[in-house]
């Protein structure tokens, strides 16, 4: 249980396009989604915090209009590069809220979407 | 800011001995730290978690301990196995009451090796 897809695992874009990257709990409803980044051989940082239902918050320092964030269902939110450049290049992480009694902070994440900007 | 800290970017072990993965944070309104392990091109996986309000949680071969005073937390994997190589990430979250609740803020990460 407790799965966390993310599409596509790959992807090459040129720059000013856009992409969309989709995140899906399989077998379990998440409230709340998390969009991390990470670049090489650093840490995850997370970008936004996605609600169903409501609008993402956004940690300091990310444009919001260029990562629009859409949290559209129980099991879905998307993740939306504008205008992609090839410093937006990177590896996009989603994560699934899986708070319960046993592990209150538990998050599951998604298999991580590398993006390739050129 | 790096509120959460791995200062060993990478640790090589034997098969069979023990690993310490060691943490450091400075937020004193974190209350509950977890380990992930991450291998490349994938994303992390839960290991063990503790809560502040405890100092050692264990888990088969995983222990962690939490040393609230001095802000440190470490990973023991006994025995270490080749199946261990990994990356591991410690990573901590605030209050519930507080606008941090769920958030996790992740370490650097540290690149463990278990030699056969």
């Known amino acids: 249980g407790a799965v966390v897809s993310q599409h596509p695992s790959w992807v090459i874009c040129k720059s000013g396009t856009s992409v969309k990257i989709e995140c899906r709990s399989l077998?379990?409803?998440?409230?709340?989604m998390f969009w991390y980044r990470q670049f090489p051989k650093q840490s995850l940082m997370l970008m936004a915090t996605?609600?169903?239902?409501?609008?993402?918050?956004?940690e300091q320092g990310v444009e919001k209009d260029k990562f629009l964030i859409n949290h559209a269902s129980l099991t879905l939110s998307t993740l939306t590069v504008t205008s992609a450049h090839p410093e937006d290049s990177s590896f996009y992480i989603c994560?699934?809220?899986?708070?319960?009694?046993?592990?209150?902070?538990?998050?599951?994440f998604g298999p991580g979407t590398r993006l390739t900007v050129t | 800011d790096q509120q959460v800290k791995q200062n060993s970017p990478s640790l090589s072990v034997q098969e069979g001995r023990i690993s310490i993965l060691n943490c450091d944070y400075t937020n004193s309104m974190f209350d509950y730290f977890l380990w992930y392990k991450k291998y490349p091109a994938e994303g992390p996986t839960f290991l063990i978690s503790i809560s502040s309000i405890k100092d050692k949680n264990e888990d088969g071969r995983f222990t962690v301990f939490l040393n609230k005073s001095a802000k440190h937390l470490s990973l023991h994997i006994v025995p270490s196995q080749p199946g261990d190589s990994a990356v591991y990430f410690c990573a901590a979250s605030g209050d519930a009451g507080g606008t941090s609740y769920g958030k996790l803020t992740f370490g650097q990460g540290t690149i463990l090796t278990v030699h056969p």
């Open positions: 994560s699934a809220d899986g708070t319960s009694w046993q592990e209150p902070y538990e998050q599951y």
């Open positions: 996605s609600n169903e239902g409501s609008k993402a918050t956004y």
């Open positions: 077998d379990f409803q998440a409230t709340t």
